[in-house]
């Protein structure tokens, strides 16, 4: 038996559509057609492989292949068609994805397949088998991605995609700079697109390594609810629900996704997550207007220091769970966050969406200074700084896509404009500490901040600021569609930034340039107007190979609360080249994605021991994507990356030129896969498991810290009947040391190996 739903965009019932299933053995076709209410039912089904295909008139054609309909198991297959103006055919595949996909990313309903960039997609099936409860868990089955990075401290994420800073977005709205920024969960999450290299003209900033984009499920016209419970080492205990359906209201769906998640960590390391997220959405004949409420309460400790330097790399001779950072550090903070959004179908060939986002947060941070000298056996210039941050965000976008035509050729024209307002009240303050007098068996003599004296001066990284900004940007973006095979993308964007810094307190030996000191009432600003564009073809040469070329200008405003110590900075900018292939083939049971890249950055921002510093950078490399379906058991997906990274201009030390960059590999290898099996005949059972490999990254510009390259494994066991799944898993399966950042002071270290469980549960058309 086999019934679902078939809705539009805006999740109206779709009646009168066609709706085929085809056995995939015999090729025989049965039909029906969509009800008043959009639903259809299939009765007696054989049980076997299918393909469904839906047909509707003004809507895109709709395939999904790989339909295993088994004997006393009901299939709920429901549909959400896509304008026939805004896409093409859309063909949708089980436990992998094709490049029939259409990320959000794109911004314009245009196919993998279709776009000159590299986008990767982590779908949440893949997230499930993996037993992932965080971004930082995903992100590894994109290429080109390094956790850590610079200023990997554990308390918020922190990415790098080409050796370059990303920003992370939630549903297409910026988080953000990631220095001192936010964790993410999977809470409601569908999947992560991954868009690699600047995005210039689609998103404001043009974040120089790429964009990572968190897309959460939207609400469903059927009712659906499930949860997944998790527990494992280190005191982790993880619970999410959700519900969604209609309401009494006609076209009024709602949907709630609610977290809590409590973990002691691997050398004491807690953390807590609690979230809520309610969403509404309501559809009219052509508007679908959107409400989404996010709350969270965050917990995490930093630790700077981790395992600290001798000679050169992090020491060996102590236990992983040695302490070098204060044991009573914090890096918690509330967020809050409203977005709304209204897509109109204003005629045929174009919709305006319309979206407003707010949000808030309350930051504070108690955590170990950046830095520190051994000598001996004395680990001396400890310090600890406290912080305080309250940040606001407005953003507002609109953003009108035209489809049309120019003879023959067919244009989707997304046009834009976008007003954004960020304000942060950024308090800090900076303690000397009493040296650590044996690293071999360090004893960490501060237990409280009693007694510790707390300053703001050129010693004491400190200040009481308000900064805020106004950006403005006209932006457009046209996908081409020269022939069947030939596909040009083209975008601009004008900026208009205006950057403000007031300090409120005079720090003593805090310098503009030269001999200018930084001191109220003066108010510091800065007015850039930068321009970003980008280029790109792809060619179909045969069924399901498509090489690719791109070139995109980009631009980054170097405006937060580290940035800003001496003053407000000139923007960053730069320049890529890439070329690659996109092949999928095999019945789309081999999904091959390759590029090679050229990136050059200008004013590039780090923090290199808590202290501010801007230089010139060249990455060039290469990286490559695979998924592949061996049979109907097999899955395989994997990425390899290889770069050079160097420092092409260093002002603030000419000696670090020719040196790789902090917190840079050459080399990052993922690979995960899983098979299906039975024992004692009875099916459901699946073992996976996948190995991550990293190379050596620096922790200074002069390349004398180093944190060293790593191999880990992991490995789970699940069983899978309708609905309910359950999963047990190993982590670090061989207990490497290793270490995730690598910091001014010391190596981050990664977990020591580790065990969870989970059960997960769905009713309904949704499923996690």
């Known amino acids: 038996m086999a019934d679902g739903r078939v809705v539009d965009p805006s999740g109206a019932a779709v009646i009168h559509a066609k709706v085929t299933l085809m056995n995939s053995e015999d090729h025989v076709p049965i039909s029906t057609v969509t009800s008043d209410s959009g639903s259809y039912h299939f009765q007696s089904i054989t049980p076997a492989l299918y393909s469904l295909t839906v047909e509707a008139d003004g809507f895109a054609r709709y395939q999904q292949t790989e339909i295993n309909i088994t004997r006393g198991r009901p299939e709920i297959l429901d549909v959400r068609l896509q304008m026939e103006s805004a896409s093409q055919s859309v063909t949708v595949r089980v436990d992998e994805l094709s490049l029939q996909q259409i990320p959000t990313v794109g911004k314009t309903e245009t196919k993998l397949e279709d776009m000159p960039i590299s986008v990767q997609i982590i779908g949440r099936d893949l997230m499930s088998a993996q037993g992932d409860v965080e971004l930082k868990d995903a992100i590894r089955n994109s290429s080109g991605v390094v956790q850590g990075g610079s ?7 922190r990415f790098q995609i080409r050796g370059l800073e990303a920003r992370i977005y939630n549903d297409g709205f910026s988080d953000g700079d990631e220095r001192n920024g936010i964790p993410h969960s999977l809470n409601g999450v569908e999947r992560v697109e991954v868009l690699e290299g600047p995005g210039s003209s689609l998103f404001g900033s043009g974040p120089p390594g790429g964009t990572i984009d968190v897309v959460h499920f939207v609400p469903s016209p059927l009712l659906s609810y499930g949860g997944t419970f998790q527990s494992g080492s280190f005191g982790l205990f993880s619970g999410n ?6 309401t009494i209201v006609h076209n009024l769906n709602y949907q709630l996704d609610g977290l809590a998640q409590h973990e002691d960590g691997f050398r004491s390391l807690g953390s ?13 004949r052509k508007n679908l207007f959107s409400f989404v409420a996010d709350a969270r309460e965050l917990r995490a400790t930093p630790d700077p220091a981790g395992l600290i330097y001798l000679n050169g790399q992090p020491i060996t001779s102590v236990s992983r769970e040695a302490k070098y950072s204060t044991p009573f550090s914090v890096g918690d903070q509330s967020l809050a966050r409203v977005t709304l959004s209204d897509v109109w179908q204003a005629r045929s060939n174009l919709t305006v969406t319309n979206r407003f986002s707010y949000m808030y947060r309350n930051l504070w941070i108690l955590r170990n200074g950046d830095g520190g000298t051994v000598t001996g056996m004395v680990f001396s210039g400890r310090q600890l700084r406290k912080q305080h941050d309250l940040l606001s965000d407005f953003d507002y976008e609109a953003e009108p896509v035209w489809i049309f035509r120019t003879g023959r050729i067919r244009h989707t024209l997304l046009t834009g404009f976008e007003a954004q307002h960020q304000s942060v009240t950024a308090n800090r303050a900076t303690a000397d500490l009493n040296n650590i007098t044996n690293i071999f068996a360090p004893v960490v003599p501060e ?18 600021d308000d900064l805020s900004a106004n950006y403005f940007g006209l932006y457009a973006t046209d996908q081409i569609d020269v022939t069947q095979r030939l596909k ?3 975008g ?7 950057t403000r810094l007031a300090p409120q307190v005079f720090v003593p030996g805090r310098i503009l340039s030269g001999n200018a000191l930084i001191e109220p009432p003066n108010v510091y600003t800065r007015d850039d107007s930068p321009f970003s564009w980008n280029a790109g073809a792809v060619y ?10 791109g070139v995109a200008r980009s631009n980054l405003v170097n405006f937060n609360s580290e940035a800003t110590q001496n003053g407000v900075q ?20 081999l999904m091959f994605t390759a590029a090679g890249f050229d990136v050059k950055r200008n004013n590039v921002f780090t923090l290199v021991g808590d202290v501010p510093v801007f230089n010139d950078q060249k990455t060039q490399g290469g990286e490559a994507n695979l998924q592949l379906l061996l049979g109907r058991r097999w899955n395989i997906t994997a990425n390899a990356t290889g770069q050079h990274a160097s420092l092409t201009d260093n002002p603030s030390n000419p000696a670090a030129t020719g040196k790789r960059p902090v917190g840079v590999p050459q080399h990052i290898f993922n690979l995960w896969t899983t098979y299906d099996l039975k024992f004692a005949g009875i099916r459901g059972f699946r073992i996976g498991g996948g190995v991550t490999n990293r190379d050596r990254m620096y922790g200074d510009l002069l390349n004398t810290k180093f944190i060293p390259s790593f191999t880990t494994a992991d490995a789970v066991l699940s069983y899978a009947v309708p609905r309910w799944n359950a999963t047990f898993g190993v982590r670090n399966l061989a207990d490497t040391r290793y270490f995730v950042a690598a910091n001014g002071a010391g190596g981050f270290v990664g977990d020591a190996r580790s065990v969870f469980g989970s059960l997960r549960w769905t009713f309904g058309s949704r499923h996690e």
């Open 151 to 157: 200023d990997g401290f554990g308390f918020g994420d």
């Open 241 to 246: 629900g959700y519900i969604t359906g209609p």
């Open 272 to 284: 807590a997550d609690y979230e809520l997220r309610p969403v509404l959405s309501w559809a009219s």
């Open 447 to 464: 237990t409280s901040t009693d007694g510790l004296v707390f300053l703001q001066d050129a010693k004491h990284s400190g200040f009481l």
């Open 488 to 490: 040009v993308r083209i």
């Open 492 to 498: 601009g964007r004008q900026d208009w930034w205006d």
């Open 540 to 549: 179909r040469i045969l069924p399901g190979v498509s090489p690719f070329f």
């Open 570 to 589: 000139a923007p960053e900018s730069g320049l890529q080249y890439e070329a690659g292939v996109k092949v999928s083939a095999l019945d789309n049971h």
